[in-house]
């Protein structure tokens, strides 16, 4: 099974940018459709963004054109990218791995549909 670590995480100011990478081992993440998730503090984790395993890709509304989520297979790596950063995107983010996602409609974004998540890397903007 695949296990996942993310990094790339730290404190910016509104309107920066930050990549986070999820470095994948233990599997190719080519067999995964592969997410990235984020929690604030007192909050529920919420769906940020999706690729499956043809890398077709998925947003969330509140980052659709800021963010941006790629995959290097060669090194096994999942990225997000960041930018236009808002002080609402502070939080813990999470990469999370599984198969047979469906891009379409918003099973992405339920937890139970995933099978392998990192340990988190933080975000925080500041205003």
């Known amino acids: 099974q695949v296990q996942l670590v993310e990094s790339g995480g730290g404190s910016v100011q509104t309107g920066g940018s930050l990549r986070l990478s999820c470095a994948a081992s233990?599997?190719?993440?080519?067999?995964?459709?592969m997410g990235w998730f984020r929690q604030a503090e007192g909050k529920e984790r919420e769906g940020v963004a999706f690729?499956?395993?043809?890398?077709?890709?998925s947003y969330s509304d509140i980052v659709k054109g800021r963010f941006t989520i790629s995959k290097d297979t060669a090194k096994n790596t999942l990225y997000l990218q960041m930018s236009s950063l808002k002080p609402e995107d502070t939080g813990m983010y999470y990469c999370?791995?599984?198969?047979?996602?469906?891009?379409?409609?918003?099973?992405?974004?339920?937890?139970?549909?995933?099978?392998?998540w990192g340990q988190g890397t933080q975000v925080t903007v500041s205003s």
């Open positions: 999370a791995a599984g198969r047979g996602v469906s891009v379409y409609g918003c099973s992405w974004r339920v937890l139970s549909t995933w099978n392998v």
């Open positions: 690729i499956d395993s043809d890398a077709t890709t």
């Open positions: 233990g599997d190719s993440i080519s067999w995964y459709d």
